[in-house]
């Protein structure tokens, strides 16, 4: 549900450049390491990196609270409204929305069929580069700057409007939508489709499958629920993507109205509605983390390693020697995990949370302040995705290119693009880097500001939001500080 701030205006344009200029500014020269499985020398020690994220979000930190120190703040609720702009006036008249909706089903339908018919080489399959780095990276991006596209392309909801055509009281489903379940099975299904990315090896064949495991799982909701609950609460991609769009400065809206606003406003204008909600978020950065993390010579170590020699006692030779044997059991290990990772977060979340109302002297729940802030966290799951991944879509992304043209893998050539982009772009490993560390300390300090901008809505007077601020901008400090690290580490392969 949207909520208005308070009636003064706040100069949130000059707050953003003074913020990303010192983010920026504060930040020290390094070269990159993570992402690239070797190991490239940092001109000077991480600690002082570390210290300059820390000084970057400590004067962002004091930027917001200077321009921020009126007593009453506001983000306009409104916006421009652009619904009547000529140029979208055109989209409608030329259906393109409909057409979006049909190309977007066409493209489920042909990763499904080059998953099945096409060759088995994943970097010559379209349905690999389609789904994994156009649609789950790419349009994951493309979201968050051109808002929630995905609810009104959405090939799994053209699917049931379909079925819907056919089958009488289908979209409307059997029994109510249980209150208690909320966001859960859009949770359950984020956790299974991560493990999937990152244990399942999946191939051509195995992600066809996949989807129309999907594909089946969401129509037999949408006759059980009904369309408009699961889509809201159960698919968790439309979760997902809403989620990013409140950051994006377009928003869509009912009946093809369409709305200009700040960039990252939308994260103001509404809250987590269940702790299903906060965990879905948390999980948004935990596992993108845990990517990170897992691929790290210390994580290696913390297992293969045996750093406290207690497998080594119990298995009679150090673990590594077992890797064969061991090798379920690690999966088991990584999985458990990535599961409890989001409940990790909550855990240390709801601390900083309670330290946050001790110090602001607020008579609300901690259950209320945590719903009201877990939106001040997405911008730093998104330049955690995006930091993480964004590489892909140079070194892969581009081959969708050609593979439109030959989408099968059968040496096709149909638009005559076939032979373009073949070869991955690698990025320079200190442009990378730079980008990296550029992108993360951005996100923190947006999270900062939008948190801020929350606070003095939720605590009486400025001085007691200011002091509730003080734990989460620790807390922004130690996620800097952590995802750093984390991309500053080399790749351990397996043996």
């Known amino acids: 549900m949207s909520r208005s701030l308070c009636s003064r205006s706040f100069p949130t344009e000059r707050v953003l450049r003074w913020v990303a200029a010192l983010a920026l500014g504060a930040a020290p020269t390094l070269a990159a390491a993570h992402s690239f499985g070797r190991i490239y020398n940092l001109p000077v020690p991480f600690w002082l990196y570390a210290y300059g994220a820390a000084a970057a979000l400590v004067l962002s930190f004091l930027v917001v609270a200077w321009f921020g120190s009126a007593p009453a703040v506001s983000v306009d609720p409104t916006g421009r409204d652009l619904s009547q702009a000529a140029w979208l006036r055109l989209l409608r008249r030329w259906h393109l929305p409909r057409l979006l909706r049909w190309l977007a089903l066409l493209c489920l339908l042909l990763c499904v069929l080059t998953g099945y018919f096409g060759t088995r080489d994943p970097y010559r399959n379209f349905n690999m580069t389609f789904f994994w780095v156009v649609f789950v990276l790419g349009f994951s991006y493309a979201t968050a700057l051109l808002g929630d596209l995905y609810a009104y392309i959405n090939p799994w909801r053209t699917l049931a409007a379909l079925v819907g055509r056919i089958w009488h009281g289908y979209l409307q489903g059997r029994v109510a939508y249980p209150s208690w379940l ?23 064949v195995s992600l066809a499958q996949w989807l129309v495991i999907y594909t089946g ?41 369409l709305r200009l606003r700040m960039p990252f406003s939308g994260l103001l204008q509404t809250r987590a509605e269940s702790w299903s909600l906060v965990v879905f978020v948390l999980f948004m950065l935990s596992s993108t983390a845990f990517d990170g993390l897992r691929a790290t010579v210390p994580w290696y170590r913390l297992f293969w390693g045996d750093a406290t020699g207690l497998l080594t006692a119990w298995l009679g030779e150090p673990p590594i020697r077992l890797w064969v044997e061991l090798r379920p059991w690690y999966l088991a290990y990584e999985t458990l995990s990535l599961l409890l990772s989001p409940f990790l977060y909550l855990a240390v979340y709801l601390l900083f949370i309670a330290l946050a109302k001790w110090l602001g002297r607020s008579h609300a729940s901690v259950r209320e302040l945590a719903f009201a802030f877990a939106f001040s966290l997405l911008p730093i799951a998104l330049v955690y995705h995006i930091t993480h991944y964004y590489t892909l879509l140079l070194t892969q992304g581009v081959k969708i290119i050609s593979l439109l043209s030959d989408p099968f893998g059968y040496g096709w050539n149909l638009f005559g693009t076939a032979g373009l982009f073949r070869a991955p ?8 880097w730079h980008t990296q560390v550029g992108l993360i300390l951005f996100g923190h300090v947006v999270s900062v500001w939008i948190a801020h901008l929350e606070a003095l809505r939720l605590f009486a007077g400025r001085i007691r939001a200011l002091l509730s601020q003080l734990p989460m901008l620790l807390l922004m400090v130690a996620f800097t500080t952590a995802g750093l690290w984390i991309l500053a580490q080399p790749i351990q392969f397996a043996p």
């Open 182 to 204: 909320s966001y859960w099975p859009a949770l359950v299904l984020y956790m299974g489709f991560i493990w999937i990315e990152l244990f399942g090896f999946t191939r051509p």
């Open 217 to 257: 799982l969401n129509l037999c909701a949408v006759g059980l629920f009904g369309a408009r609950a699961w889509f809201r609460y159960g698919e968790f991609f439309a979760v997902f993507l809403r989620l990013l769009g409140l950051m994006a400065p377009l928003q869509w809206r009912a009946g093809g109205g």
């Open 425 to 432: 772009i690698l990025p320079d490993p200190g442009t990378v």
